[in-house]
């Protein structure tokens, strides 16, 4: 369409939680043991067999949404040519000294039993209800004071080894229900009922206190169980006192280390207390609160219990919960390069671009180190091994580096539990076996730009030159900006120092027709398979782009699918199809030669126009990735300016029987038109496009293309643009809405003419634009004739009324006279304020300047005549009925009945006929008098009022009365 190739290769991401999960429930699995017990490698086959069960869905919900890729020859991440281009990624890692194991606080999937990374992490986040403990820890040797300690995770007290308070703080010690308790003092509100201040002391005073450990399930022998100083406790909520943990919180083991406190982790790797807590023993933590919430009231520790509503991290795939656990990790040192991350960012283009230098750019400023490892079994494995003799580490970047090791079976399979069988010498003599871990399948997903064409063992140019590197647009969700979108640009950023995409568009979410997130749990979900069926894939795809900006949250509503079915693809099909019964009629085939505009009738060039016109704010819009507009530039043609506009005034031109050089141009002119929408429409509709641009092209052979989708996307024609044409015949057209709203609060029918409009109009240029366009304003609305006053003095009387939100703040004591003088206010002085916006104005001896949002203008129609106004322009239309307009009016609505009944009798457009009518004495009179337009209208070669049966035969009322006519096809020998 744009004169480029783009290769788009389908994908198939085949790694992770999701199919580990999946299977898992399919073996009725509950824990990693499970799988242990099962077999790795019988697991993982069939984790691969459980991938390609959704494939045929997939591909044929691609195919039926006319999604643009190649499913012939797609890309697989757990294909040995993807893993090898993934491991070579990681040795460049290695190499450059960015790959570490550390033992830090991680998020924790207790259910997948996997750490996680903190964009991971970023995608789960949910709403959820947890107990609000207040505790008292007794201070040692003092059994009568008490610190007063908060906490939202009762589980983790029983690895309490020290409290933290902020050094700078106030605290104090009340006396408080016949007990001392110790918190902050802006913290005080916390307390139930009377207190009274005993001491108030700084934080740091505090530091060294020590208090009695309220579970004593672990011997411990490091000095623990004191109030230590800490930079983070704020006064933000809670007490001011922190319980620290620290094996289950970054602050707590980042203080821990400082002051060299014990590490108490009773909880395993399922999330569960074990043996070594027996009275809450094989409980998971969470599940365990409640208990232990009882014990320390029994214990007479718990001061209060609450529940809060908060947003917690869950697992981004099985929604567990996530805990925060101490633990070895493999990480990757993003923060090293973080800096050219957020430079390299400045260059791609975000639409919209405060996601980028919002979301995005504050995730990158705030970037941690990548937890690179997964303690999984279906995924890439981590490509390193380690000397069991000296620990040296050999990190893997190529199969060929991979066979040299001992073990290698065929045929060759880069995963869990043929790698681990995998073994290398060691220089010290020892031997090296491979890390346990996986790697997170983000990593995979991020190298996916170079990994789908296997480099760098193949298709080095295609990323090296930069032709398929970096992408120029990539598309996908909000919830990607920490997840995929990262992904790639992390990886780019280091490998190739490119950002991975020159330009990205982030899709919000698809929301229920009432605003609300959808979710199977809440039964508002919609079946993508049931809305392609009932309204096919254009209709569906169009909806999605028109009706607001992918980048904003949308509300699918099935009636707006039936709206746009409805009112754009209705309204232009069914103008091909008037086109093509015509030009079947004529047989018209565009075989003469292109009739020049200046040779065409003015609406012909004022169609041009508006197509190119449209094009132009197409491609504009295009080009800034603003589809929503683009879409709606070409629904807003087809319907408001081809359809309801040219083709409703061009119909005689086609219904003429003669073949001349004006209908060769409505011809020309309706099909250059209807081959422009259908390309532009091609990008979002591309079913549709693609039929309606053959019907055109199979008959008139003008383009090569054989597909709408192989056609050059049109572009702006700038000679064929009248600017002054287009704003001429608007104004037409708002002249003809106002008169046509005034007739429909009236009841006024369009059938029944009027003898004339009048428009204050001063400006004799914008006079001679209308009298440009009096017969098409006149044919549109019915009216005989157009006149023209200087203003609106003569057509509606003004009134000026104040606005007192307005003015109020604004003149103060000075009101009420502002007003008064508002209501004096003449027509010269009220029009002067319309076109002027302002007016200057004196009261009580000052000048004031009145706006026009500080003024009501009240318009108060002439008798006999209504008026209607549209910001600058007016229209005064006579409403009065003579005779001969009533009689026109009759056969006009006459002649409307005759066609109704053509229809209705299936006779051709062409067909000429007799119309016989029975009607009271006074109508029928009427209609002969009107006999010769009736006759021209309705293709009548004959109208009698001598009543006889003809084909087809209809009764209806006109002008109150009942009329029977009939109708009979002449015969042409």
């Given amino acids: 369409m744009k004169g480029f190739q783009v290769h788009r290769k389908a994908g198939w991401d085949t790694h992770g939680l999701p199919v580990e999960i999946e299977v898992e429930k399919q073996l009725g699995f509950a824990h990693k043991e499970d799988i242990v017990r099962y077999g790795v490698a019988e697991f993982n086959r069939r984790c691969q067999e459980s991938v390609w069960r959704y494939k045929a869905d997939w591909e044929k919900m691609t195919e039926e949404m006319g999604y643009w890729v190649d499913l012939s020859d797609p890309y697989i991440t757990m294909s040995n040519d993807y893993i090898e281009s993934v491991w070579w990624a990681l040795k460049e890692y290695f190499d450059g000294g960015m790959i570490y194991k550390g033992y830090k606080i991680q998020p924790y999937c207790p259910r997948c039993e996997t750490p996680l990374s903190s964009h991971e992490v970023s995608l789960g986040y949910d709403d959820v209800r947890d107990p609000s403990v207040y505790v008292r820890m007794k201070l040692k040797g003092s059994p009568d004071t008490s610190f007063l300690v908060w906490t939202t995770t009762p589980w983790t007290l029983i690895a309490n080894v020290a409290l933290a308070v902020a050094p700078e703080v106030t605290y104090v010690k009340v006396s408080h229900k016949g007990e001392n308790l110790i918190l902050a003092e802006a913290r005080l509100g916390v307390l139930e009922g009377e207190y009274t201040v005993l001491e108030k002391f700084a934080g740091k005073s505090l530091a060294g206190m020590e208090y009695d450990r309220i579970f004593n399930y672990h011997p411990v022998r490091e000095k623990a169980f004191y109030v230590i100083e800490a930079g983070f406790v704020t006064t933000d909520d809670g007490t001011g006192i922190v319980h620290m943990a620290p094996a289950y919180g970054e602050d707590d083991y980042q203080a821990s280390k400082k002051y060299g406190l014990p590490t108490i982790h009773p909880v395993n790797r399922s999330g569960e207390f074990g043996p070594d807590v027996p009275d809450f023993a094989g409980k998971f933590v969470k599940d365990a609160d409640p208990d232990i919430i009882r014990v320390l009231k029994e214990r007479h520790i718990l001061y209060r219990k609450e529940t809060i509503t908060h947003s917690y991290p869950h697992c981004w795939r099985c929604k567990t919960p996530l805990l925060y656990y101490a633990r070895d990790s493999w990480y990757i040192s993003t923060t090293k390069y973080a800096k050219r991350m957020i430079e390299l960012n400045a260059e791609i283009t975000w639409v919209p671009p405060e996601v980028g230098e919002g979301r995005f750019g504050n995730w990158l400023q705030e970037n941690k180190d990548w937890a690179l ?7 890439t494995p981590l490509p390193i091994w380690v000397c069991e003799k000296c620990g040296a580490l050999k990190c893997i970047g190529s199969v060929a580096d991979y066979r040299q090791g001992r073990g290698v079976k ?37 190298a996916m730009p170079f990994a789908q064409w296997h480099y760098p ?10 032709q398929r590197y970096p992408a120029d647009f990539i598309c996908e ?29 982030v899709n919000e979410l698809i929301l229920d027709r009432t605003g609300q997130k959808m979710s199977k749990s809440k039964g508002n979900t919609v079946d993508p398979f049931t809305v392609l069926a009932k309204y096919g894939a254009d209709t569906t795809r169009w909806y999605l782009v028109s009706t607001s900006p992918p980048w904003r949250p949308t509300m699918f509503d099935e009636e707006g699918l039936g709206d746009v079915q409805r009112k754009f693809f209705g309204t232009l099909v069914n ?27 003015e609406i012909d060039r004022w169609i041009i126009s508006e197509l190119n016109s449209a094009i132009r704010r197409y491609s504009t819009s295009m080009e800034a990735f603003d589809v929503t507009r683009a879409a709606r530039s070409v629904s807003d043609f087809t319907i408001d300016q081809l359809s309801n506009w040219y083709v409703r005034r061009n119909r005689r031109r086609f219904w003429k029987s003669e073949r001349g050089k004006d209908k060769l141009a409505a011809y020309q002119t309706l099909y250059e038109c209807l081959t422009g929408v259908v390309k532009l429409m091609a990008p979002f509709a591309p079913f549709l496009a693609e039929e309606l641009y053959r019907d055109l092209n199979v008959v008139t052979a003008r383009e090569a293309a054989e597909s709408v989708h192989l056609a050059l996307m049109p572009e702006p024609v700038e000679e064929e643009i009248d600017a002054a044409l287009e704003e001429r015949m608007e104004r037409a057209e708002r002249i003809v809405m106002l008169v046509r709203a005034m007739r429909m609060k009236s009841n006024l029918k369009v ?31 019915n009216v005989k004739a157009v006149e023209y006053v200087g203003d609106e003095s003569g057509i509606v009387r003004k009134k000026a009324k104040a606005n007192f939100k307005s003015i109020g703040p604004k003149f103060g004591k000075s009101v009420q006279q502002v007003a008064q003088r508002i209501r004096e206010l003449g027509d010269e002085e009220i029009g002067r304020l319309e076109k002027e916006g302002a007016i200057s104005l ?53 002649v409307n009945r005759v066609q109704n009944m053509r229809k209705d009798a299936g006779f051709a457009v062409t067909d000429h006929i007799i119309v016989a009518v029975r009607a009271p004495e006074g109508l029928a009179a009427t209609l002969g008098a009107m006999r010769a337009y009736i006759a021209a209208e309705t293709l009548a070669e004959e109208l009698s009022t001598d009543f006889r049966e003809g084909e087809f035969t209809a009764t209806f009322e006109l002008n109150g009365e009942e009329v029977t006519a009939s109708i009979s096809r002449r015969s042409r020998n």
Avoid at 488 to 496: D, E, N, P, S, W
Avoid at 763 to 773: P, S, Y
Avoid at 871 to 881: F, K, P, R, S, Y
């Fill in 751 to 781: 059938r029944q003419p009027l003898s004339r409009i009048i428009l204050p109009i001063a400006g004799e240029r914008e006079r001679e634009d209308v009298r440009r366009m009096e017969d098409i304003i006149l044919e549109e609305i």
């Fill in 575 to 601: 103008t091909y199809a008037f086109f093509a019964m015509y030009a079947n009629i004529d047989r018209f085939s565009y075989e003469e030669p292109r009739i020049p505009l200046a040779e065409r009738a």
């Fill in 410 to 446: 065929e045929p060759l399979d880069l995963h869990k539990p043929f790698v681990d069988d995998v073994t290398f010498d060691c220089a010290c003599g020892g031997t090296m076996r491979r890390t346990p871990e996986l790697i997170d399948v983000w990593f995979d997903s991020g």
């Fill in 373 to 379: 490892s997964r303690d999984r079994f279906w995924g």
């Fill in 842 to 894: 004196g009261v009580n001896g000052s000048t004031v300047t009145i706006a026009r949002e500080d003024v009501e203008i009240l318009r108060e129609d002439i008798k006999g005549w209504l008026v209607e106004s549209d910001g600058t322009l007016t229209v005064a239309l006579d409403t009065e009925i003579t005779d001969e307009l009533k009689a026109e009016g009759i056969a006009r609505e006459f």
């Fill in 457 to 466: 063992f193949e298709n080095r140019a295609f990323i090296d030159s930069g």
């Fill in 477 to 505: 969700g909000i919830d990607q900006t920490r997840g995929w979108f990262y992904s790639l640009h992390a990886i780019g950023t280091y490998l190739f120092d490119k950002p991975a995409y020159r330009a990205v568009m």
